[in-house]
């Protein structure tokens, strides 16, 4: 499979919306790429030699459009090439950026290690110190393991072969943008931290310096079309990270919703003691607060039914990574033509571009993290996440707190585990997750884990998933919420694998996949290898409506729900359960699933 002669590299947009320099070179395109079947090709001496293939990154080597095609097991690859650093990057540190690479990386530089990560999901940066002069031509190189063994964090990654069930083409190596970027050597700015205070109409930054130098300052700017709106200083020679407010004037005061996803830009600037800015970064911000009130989480302090879909962000042709920017937007843009306002980004961290356009077009957002593969098949042990899990998960959280597209955060789905009386590596570990989420970002509910095994009492947030494909044996089943009785997943016997509801806001944030396949042939036997989906089969597009419009109204209709969430947007190879084909084609009229959901729900009228 060659690889597709293009005249500008893939994926050629900035890759960090709310963090941008103007200086910045784009590594995406032509790559030397070899696989390492054995994860031996240190030893024969792969870091050292030219490589075998070409790929084009950023798409992973099992994907179409990376001109590889090879859905085998693929235990390290390698990636080879040169760049040369642009002569008018002087005086600066020159990082090299990678959005994500899955899942264990190891980068040199004209052979000097620079950088080591763990994770498939997260970025990570390599500082190229001296090695990158302006004028030099350096050769970077990438391995990346991927061992289908032990625990790691994988999302809905196959573990063996063939795609089967709700598990789908793995991706091994690169999979987002690669990229350099000249920083001032004296100081700069790291990512800034965003938060929006509804309550006194007023932005809190923090903003982190790599060096703390005399006379030096921090200064914020923010805008709207109308012109400057406030500005704030601060010494910068004092702390690590100076803190300043932007106290909105009430006359310029616009509230981010989905009505009116309002954003203000943002220019943070690091000045030196003659009042020259030494660095200088754009971002923008929402104004917008997530709260709580017994079982209501309100949006804004009013309460918002969040009509959610799942979104698993995989494409036929590029699987984890989105074939343009323009793919990223028509999802966003899809899910609202079907009347939901939001997404789960289910069982992966999506690219921050997604995000972005989710802050522009009011797309509410639960972020969560790809965490299936930490099974162990032990008796009540059965799940064993490691201490990498609650790494990369604040990686996530880092890159992405400042967006106000996003309303919650969900570390863990569906794990599942007996309560009894040992505590568990599974019991510390999401624990753990939760308590490094509520101190990484203090603003926002999070949910210990989205349905099944809830093991943190004080979680923010209480949920179920239920796939009853019957609306009046699913309205039953998620009867009782009014009296503190809310549905819990069990164990198929019947053991808990939960702690008790405490009177949190309450979601059912799976329910529906409703199995939608209209062009395949009614077929006797077992199709979870071909075409899957809950409960029987729609035989017509009426039917289809007439289930999906049952079963969103039960949940519309009970006054103490705050929100659902159906699955899902799109089908997925062999999980033909979404509102739209994996193509993105309509399967029914789209129109008729936005009546459905347009009608008022009973929790925005409740009192």
């Not at 970025?123 to 004028?135: I, Q, S």
């Amino acid at each position: 499979m060659p690889v597709p002669h293009l005249t500008a590299p893939p994926r050629p947009e900035y890759p960090r919306p709310q963090f941008v320099r103007e200086a910045w070179l784009n590594l995406n395109g032509e790559w030397q790429f070899e696989i390492d079947r054995s994860d031996t090709g240190l030893e024969r001496g792969l870091r050292d030699r030219e490589l075998a293939d070409r790929i084009l990154v950023p798409f992973c080597p099992e994907s179409e459009l990376s001109g590889i095609g090879e859905t085998d097991f693929l235990e390290a690859v390698w990636y080879r090439r040169t760049v040369t650093i642009p002569d008018d990057w002087t005086d600066s540190r020159v990082l090299l950026h990678f959005g994500a690479v899955d899942h264990d990386t190891t980068v040199w530089a004209d052979g000097t290690e620079v950088a080591r990560h763990r994770g498939g999901f997260t970025p990570f940066t390599a500082d190229l110190g001296d090695l990158a002069a302006p004028g030099r031509e350096l050769t970077v190189v990438v391995r990346a393991r991927d061992s289908r063994h032990g625990a790691q964090a994988r999302g809905k990654q196959a573990t063996w072969y063939a795609n089967s069930h709700c598990h789908y083409t793995r991706t091994t190596g690169i999979w987002q943008t690669v990229w350099l970027e000249p920083v001032p050597r004296s100081v700069s700015l790291g990512r800034p931290r965003i938060t929006p205070d509804l309550a006194s109409g007023s932005f809190h930054l923090e903003l982190p310096l790599t060096a703390n130098l005399p006379g030096h300052r921090v200064r914020a700017t923010l805008s709207d079309a109308a012109g400057p709106v406030a500005t704030a200083e601060s010494r910068a020679d004092l702390g690590l990270a100076p803190r300043l407010v932007l106290a909105v004037p009430e006359d310029r005061r616009r509230v981010w919703s989905p009505v009116d996803p309002h954003l203000y830009d943002l220019v943070l600037e690091v000045l030196d003691a003659e009042g020259a800015a030494v660095d200088t970064v754009g971002s923008y911000a929402g104004l917008r607060s997530v709260s709580i009130h017994g079982k209501r989480l309100l949006l804004n302090g009013e309460p918002l039914f969040q009509r959610l879909v799942l979104d698993q962000g995989y494409y036929p042709d590029g699987l984890m990574t989105a074939p343009s920017d323009a793919d990223l937007v028509r999802d966003i843009e899809l899910g609202l033509a079907a009347g939901f306002n939001g997404a789960r980004l289910h069982q992966k961290v999506f690219e921050e571009r997604f995000l972005h356009h989710a802050d522009r077009l009011g797309y509410l957002v639960w972020g969560e993290f790809g965490d299936w593969g930490c099974e162990t098949g032990a008796r009540d042990d059965n799940q064993r996440p490691d201490a990498s899990y609650v790494t990369q998960w604040l990686e996530a959280v880092e890159r992405d707190y400042s967006h106000p597209s996003i309303v919650g955060w969900c570390p863990l789905n569906e794990t599942y585990q007996h309560l009894h009386d040992r505590i568990t590596q599974l019991d510390d570990v999401t624990r753990g997750m939760f308590l490094a989420t509520k101190q990484a970002d203090a603003t926002r509910p999070v949910i210990d884990a989205s349905g099944y095994a809830h093991r943190v009492p004080e979680t923010d947030v209480y949920d179920s998933h239920c796939y009853e494909q019957d609306p009046d044996t699913f309205a039953k089943t998620m009867d009782g919420l009014a009296e503190d009785r809310p549905y819990v997943n069990t164990a198929p016997d019947g053991r808990s694998w939960s702690v008790p509801y405490r009177g949190q806001p309450y979601f059912c944030s799976e329910f529906g996949g409703i199995w939608w396949d209209p062009e395949a042939v009614a077929a006797a036997g077992d199709e979870r290898e071909t075409s899957w989906g809950y409960g029987e089969r729609p035989r017509t597009d009426e039917e289809f409506v007439d289930r999906f419009t049952g079963l969103t109204g039960v949940l519309l209709d009970d006054p103490d729900m705050f929100g659902y969430c159906y699955t899902q947007l799109t089908d997925v190879f062999q999980e033909r359960n979404g509102v739209y084909r994996f193509d993105r084609t309509e399967k029914v009229g789209t129109e008729r699933l936005r009546r459905a959901q347009a009608r008022p729900a009973a929790y925005e009228g409740k009192a």
